[in-house]
Antibody, heavy 117, light 110 residues
Framework: EVRLVESGGGLVQPGGSLRLSCAAS????????MHWVRQVPGKGLVWVSR????????SYADAEKGRFTISRDNTKSTLYLQMNSLRVEDTAIYYC??????????WGQGTLVTVSS | QSALTQPASVSGSPGQSIAISCTGT?????????VSWYQQHPGKAPKLMIY???KRPSGVSDRFSGSKSGNTASLTISGLQAEDEADYYC??????????FGAGTKVTVL
């Protein structure tokens, strides 16, 4: 069974940094593209970033480009999202998700990030 | 990248069929097979219902089907059931090597 468990969320001040982690199990992590998607509670889903299986290729939504960095450690089956220069509007639930033939398929339960002074 | 356009809400009676549209451009929905649909119940993570425009993952009811014509994709739910009441989101790969979601559609079973 695919399992994705996010951690690292919490309260941070505007301008601050946070690193999210996603521990993966139940599949060969090193063989799959992975994504981060966020959702303001009560609002819609917004794609954030994705990374290829060996970590050599990444892409980002325009709003996150230059501030967020996606990475992975295949030896630990863990996905990361380093978030810098955080803004109030970055407040959201952040989901880690696995890719399947170019579509997002399995999702974690999410971790809440709150940016507030 | 602007969100794909979905109706805010769609409703139907049990047993009826409903369709949710998802309109983009030739740079996303119209240009790629990587169009997917997700169901999300309150407080839960999204669940993949359709991928590659019209493919159903194992375990998803065959009451759910997907299609695409030009820049518009559609999700059809036939034989509507109470458990289908949820939010539904479409998603597409884009020419910028990114992904874009729709704004979401709330399905109400009357």
């Amino acid at each position: 069974e695919v399992r994705l468990v996010e951690s690292g969320g919490g309260l941070v001040q505007p301008g601050g940094s946070l690193r999210l982690s996603c521990a993966a199990s139940g599949f060969t992590f090193s063989s799959y593209w992975m994504h981060w998607v966020r959702q303001v509670p009560g609002k819609g889903l917004v794609w954030v970033s994705r990374i290829n299986p060996d970590g050599s290729y990444t892409s980002y939504a325009d709003a996150e480009k230059g501030r967020f960095t996606i990475s992975r450690d295949n030896t630990k089956s863990t996905l990361y999202l380093q978030m810098n220069s955080l803004r109030v509007e970055d407040t959201a639930i952040y989901y880690c998700a696995k890719d399947f033939t170019g579509d997002v398929d399995q999702w974690g339960q999410g971790t809440l990030v709150t940016v507030s002074s | 990248q602007s969100a794909l356009t979905q109706p805010a809400s769609v409703s139907g009676s049990p047993g009826q069929s409903i369709a949710i549209s998802c309109t983009g451009t030739s740079s996303d929905v119209g240009g790629y097979i990587y169009v997917s649909w997700y169901q999300q119940h309150p407080g839960k993570a999204p669940k993949l219902m359709i991928y590659d425009v019209n493919k159903r993952p194992s375990g998803v009811s065959d009451r759910f089907s997907g299609s695409k014509s030009g820049n518009t994709a559609s999700l059809t739910i036939s034989g509507l059931q109470a458990e289908d009441e949820a939010d539904y989101y479409c998603c597409s790969y884009t020419s910028s090597s990114t992904y874009v979601f729709g704004a979401g559609t709330k399905v109400t079973v009357l």
